[in-house]
């Protein structure tokens, strides 16, 4: 790619110059207008040196990457190729003594990554800890640094400006993605991005209640365990003893890649199995675990109600006979004499 600018004659006094930005390794043209047959009389020079690139037509400067062109009987290009920061600075087309034009280069560099860590794309941290990440760009003009995560549920937010990224005391919800993206507002953006997952001790629940059964039933108990690193097991004990009743047995099944479900099935039990029981989850970072306590119903006897009444069932009827002495005193009236009246 190559950067051109037709200049135009200045007065003596005239101090302003052209702008004129490229990436490094792009070329730049600078284009000087004269009146014509005074080419003899035309200079380039390099303001910041005070070095003469050209004079007329001929270039004082054996450099392979300076080109001097004439274009026209009243124009001279100056080319820069292949430009690197060195080539910044302000340059000027000399008539005599008088100039005519002045060109400021202004070299950019595309943001690149000078260093970043952690270097793998992915780290892991223990829960509590501290997260340390960093991304250093180097570019003209220099970079906006900004941090973006996204959590598990791919839900994204802003977090952090600067280059450093530092967290305390980080929790299993700071796992995710997390992407330093550098822009100058001049270069395409460029970004880096790295897996973070907070490793933590496991979480340990038995998923029944209270649990109160009948001898000779079969229980079922759920434990569900959760980690980062997943447990390498699942244990049942009784009395701080792993279980190896022959009628109880464990299997286990996979949720998701933290948690795992220990299912442990009780057949028959007996009365000396009423008891509590432990289920224990552990990892690298230790062991936790969930207590339940399986308690036995007795069976009672059913007691028959004594009833006042005495019933007969005659002919699929249902025929009520009174207590005689309740009959009696139903029936009977006493009259203010003393005698008892029959109805």
């Not at 003596?12 to 052209?18: F, G, I, L, S």
């Not at 829960?127 to 906006?144: D, G, Q, R, T």
């Not at 675990?289 to 007795?298: A, E, G, K, R, T």
Request: charged share 25%.
């Amino acid at each position: 790619m190559s950067i051109v600018y037709f200049g135009k004659t200045l007065s003596k006094n005239d101090n302003h110059h052209q702008v004129l930005k490229a990436d490094v390794g792009q070329d730049i043209t600078m284009s000087c207008i004269f009146d014509e047959n005074k080419i003899e009389q035309v200079s380039f020079m390099r303001q910041m040196t005070g070095d003469i690139l050209s004079l007329g037509s001929e270039l004082f400067v054996h450099q392979s990457y300076i080109e001097l062109k004439r274009f026209s009987s009243n124009r001279l290009d100056l080319k820069l190729k292949s430009v690197n920061q060195n080539d910044s600075g302000l340059y000027s087309c000399m008539f005599n003594d008088e100039k005519l034009i002045s060109y400021l280069i202004e070299i950019f560099v595309p943001p690149r990554f000078v260093s970043y860590f952690p270097l793998e794309g992915s780290v892991s941290y223990p829960e509590n800890s501290s997260m340390n990440l960093s991304c250093h760009v180097f570019a003209i003009p220099s970079v906006n640094i900004t941090w973006i995560h996204k959590d598990k549920n791919k839900q994204l937010k802003y977090i952090h400006y600067g280059e450093d990224l530092y967290r305390s005391f980080i929790q299993p919800s700071d796992s995710g993605l997390y992407e330093c993206i550098a822009s100058n507002m001049y270069h395409a953006t460029i970004s880096r991005a790295f897996y973070v997952t907070v490793q933590y001790s496991p979480r340990v629940l038995i998923l029944n209640e209270k649990m109160r059964n009948f001898l000779h039933e079969t229980i079922l108990v759920k434990c569900q365990v959760c980690s980062i690193p997943q447990v390498d097991h699942i244990y049942w004990l009784r009395h701080d003893q792993q279980i190896i009743d022959v009628n109880i047995h464990i299997k286990k099944q996979i949720i998701n890649d933290q948690c795992l479900e220990s299912i442990m099935e009780i057949v028959d039990i007996n009365e000396y199995q009423f008891d509590e029981y432990e289920c224990r989850g552990k990892n690298i970072l230790g062991h936790k675990s969930d207590f339940i306590n399986i308690q036995q119903i007795s069976k009672t006897r059913k007691v028959k109600q004594k009833v006042t009444t005495d019933e007969i069932n005659r002919n699929g009827r249902t025929a009520l006979l009174l207590n005689k002495s309740h009959k009696k005193k139903k029936n009977q009236i006493k009259t203010t004499t003393g005698k008892i009246l029959f109805n």
